[in-house]
């Protein structure tokens, strides 16, 4: 199949933007709870609304109505026009997930202004770019570093007026400044809005080159919230009735936790939020605001899994839990099949197998994600479909999806009722999916971008007559699933002349619980090799297990026992390819590849070209014979 279509489930909005979803709410529904905050005391006062971002991961959640949320968003949105902001306007938004950026971006919505997110980690010379090509006139950061980040640069940003700081009480300045200014003025602003107008320009993390910020609107973000809400609303929740919730820890600066963000706020989804991914702050967050559903990228449930694997092999019960797995993946596949059509279902046998592990095994999992998780949404980048699999036999289903900044996140996700696991699923309603002849995917739909701002000429590379070329490769089967099978600028090609898809090769091998990524490399090379990283948790696990000494990293990457255990991971990876194709050798390395240090995007992504160069001496080791 070379394209397919599935059609809108809801009429794209002729007037408005997104900030009327905020009053609409509070009209109709004042009391509803629509948001969580974690802090360490009550507010007092729509001008009180600090977020404590860094209270303990056990601090108690307070609940926001939709009433308590209008006038939060009202009081700064009449500060922000006391401040000079005026419709059109846009404001950098630099901070981690916290709950005063969700009052900020529906602030700037009632007022007509774009907000302009900006990654916390980014250099200065990153913030300089944005803030020049986005023209903003202001930008809030979250603590003294980022203001200090701005400060290098600031001489450069003559158009740059304000600086506000959320760690320094931002919106409670910004609140007290707008108490003159009548509610009608912000009413006035927000009626002018339409669904053509920019909501936001969100600057690409980008595996190589400058940024370019995409345009999105607000029918961009209204065509892809309200058709994900309608065709998912009845898995937000964990049993029927009950309050759907979840708990955004994706970076808000990231257009899937953007989109996040606005369909919980359409959909009366009450959301909470979490700045730190690492698994130590995030599980136990889970485990006070106890979502119902939440949204990841695959190394959030890939830290679940290999954290299960660890505490049952610390408690001698390794055994029993690689059963458990593999029970798990087997019953998932026949619940697969059978809603396909082509299988009757799982077994007598495997249910009775199933039932007893639950209790032993997949309950202790659904624990780490709060308890009441029943369903999951997976983007950024591949999930192991036996890994999907598993969570699946758990009693978690995972709906992988694909999609672009371009196209305002998901462009594809897995249907409730037939989950394919190993693919991103059909076409979101209202999105046509094309496989030209090349390979490369296209995509059509009211979700696609604008344009890059100030960048025509990347614009007409990249949109032909409303139609966006991704440039991912992939394949549609005869039902109209799309699987991804890789990306058209990494194709490596030997100096053989044999291509090479990268990303199943690395996927595989991350899969070990030793590995914490894996980067293969041949482009103009006689032969593939690779590049690892090891996962720290897992090492220190591995450790203790095999009873030895914490050795310095420069001993453990040469440890004879822990280098076979990784060969193990690469021999299993190179089963998936041809010997041409196979990884010939490797190098462990005693570093990371991270964000911080630029190789790594935002969603984890591995930016090659500066890893390539950061581990140049490495890499010509590999190939020296």
């Known amino acids: 199949m070379r394209e397919f279509t599935i059609p809108p ?6 007037a408005g933007g997104l900030a009327d979803a905020v009053f609409v709410n509070a009209t109709e529904e004042p009391d509803r709870v629509v948001l969580g905050r974690r802090t360490t005391a009550p507010a007092q006062s729509p001008a009180d609304i600090a977020d404590a971002a860094d209270a303990p991961a056990d601090a108690p959640w307070q609940d926001v109505t939709a009433a308590r949320f209008r006038d939060e968003v009202m009081a700064v949105a ?19 997930t916290r709950y005063e950026w969700t009052v900020l971006d529906f602030a700037l919505w009632s007022i007509g202004a774009q ?3 900006i990654y916390p980690t980014s250099s200065s010379e990153q913030v300089r770019w944005m803030l020049h090509d986005s023209a903003a006139v202001a930008c809030v950061v979250e603590h003294e570093d980022h203001a200090m980040t701005i400060g290098a640069v600031i001489d450069e940003l003559p158009q740059l007026t304000r600086l506000w700081q959320l760690d320094s009480d931002a919106l409670a300045e910004i609140a007290a400044a707008g108490t ?7 009413h006035r602003h927000r009626n002018a809005v339409t669904p053509e107008a920019i909501a936001t320009v969100i600057y690409t993390s980008g595996t190589t080159g400058r940024p370019k910020g995409c345009v ?20 937000f929740h964990s049993k029927p009735g009950d309050e759907a919730s979840t708990l955004l820890f994706l970076p808000l600066a990231h257009v899937f936790g953007r989109m996040v963000e606005v369909a919980a706020v359409r959909a009366r989804v009450r959301l909470g939020h979490q700045p730190n991914l690492a698994a130590a702050e995030l599980l136990p967050a889970m485990a006070t605001f106890k979502p119902t559903f939440v949204l990841a990228v695959p190394y959030v449930f890939e830290k679940v899994f290999q954290g299960a694997r660890r505490k049952a092999e610390a408690g001698g019960k390794l055994g029993v839990f690689e059963k458990a797995v593999d029970v798990a993946v087997r019953h998932a596949e026949a619940m697969e099949a059978k809603a396909f059509g082509t299988g009757p279902g799982p077994t007598a046998g495997l249910r009775v197998q199933h039932q007893l592990y639950d209790k032993l095994v997949y309950g202790k999992v659904r624990a780490a994600l709060g308890g009441r998780v029943r369903h999951a949404f997976s983007g950024g980048s591949a999930m192991d479909r036996r890994m999907g699999l598993f969570f699946d036999g758990a009693g978690v289903r995972i709906f992988e999806g694909y999609g672009l900044t371009e196209s305002t996140a998901a462009a594809t996700a897995n249907p409730p009722e037939q989950t394919r696991f190993g693919t991103v699923g059909l076409p979101i309603p209202g999105t046509t999916v094309h ?33 966006l070329a991704t ?32 990303v199943p090769l690395e996927e595989r091998v991350r899969s070990h619980p030793l590995v914490g990524q894996c980067v293969v490399l041949g482009n103009d090379r006689p032969f593939i090799s690779a590049l690892i990283t090891l996962d720290p948790d897992g090492v220190t696990h591995w450790l203790a297990m095999h009873d030895k000494p914490v050795p310095s990293i420069a001993d453990l990457v040469r440890d004879p026992d822990l280098e076979a255990e990784i060969r193990r991971a690469v021999v299993a990876a190179n089963t998936l390819v041809s010997q041409a194709e196979s990884i010939r050798t490797f190098r462990i390395l005693s570093g990371q590849f991270s964000e911080e240090h630029g190789l790594l995007t ?24």
């Not at 489930?9 to 002729?14: E, G, R, S, Y």
């Not at 009449?78 to 981690?96: C, E, N, T, Y």
């Not at 992939?474 to 002349?497: C, M, S």
């Not at 935002?602 to 190939?623: C, D, F, T, V």
């Open 9 to 14: 489930l809801v009429t794209a909005p002729q």
């Open 78 to 96: 009449k500060g922000l026009l006391a401040q000079g902001i005026r419709f059109g306007d846009r404001v950098g938004l630099m901070s981690r």
């Open 115 to 117: 907000p302009v997110p």
């Open 180 to 186: 003159e200014i009548d509610d009608d003025v912000v």
């Open 216 to 235: 999105i609107t607000h029918a961009n973000f209204m065509a892809e919230a309200d058709n994900v809400i309608n065709l998912y609303e009845p898995v």
């Open 435 to 467: 496989i030209a002849d090349d390979g490369e995917i296209w995509l059509h739909g009211d979700q696609v971008f604008e344009g890059y701002l100030n960048n025509p000429k990347a614009t007409h590379e990249l949109l032909h007559e409303g139609w």
């Open 471 to 502: 440039g991912d490769l992939g394949a549609l089967d005869e039902d109209g699933y799309l699987t991804i099978t890789g990306r058209k600028k990494e194709i490596l090609v030997t100096n053989g002349g044999k291509s090479v898809s990268p």
């Open 602 to 625: 935002p969603s984890l992504k591995l930016k090659r070209k500066a890893i390539e160069k950061a581990y140049a001496q490495e890499i010509e080791l590999l190939y020296r014979g």
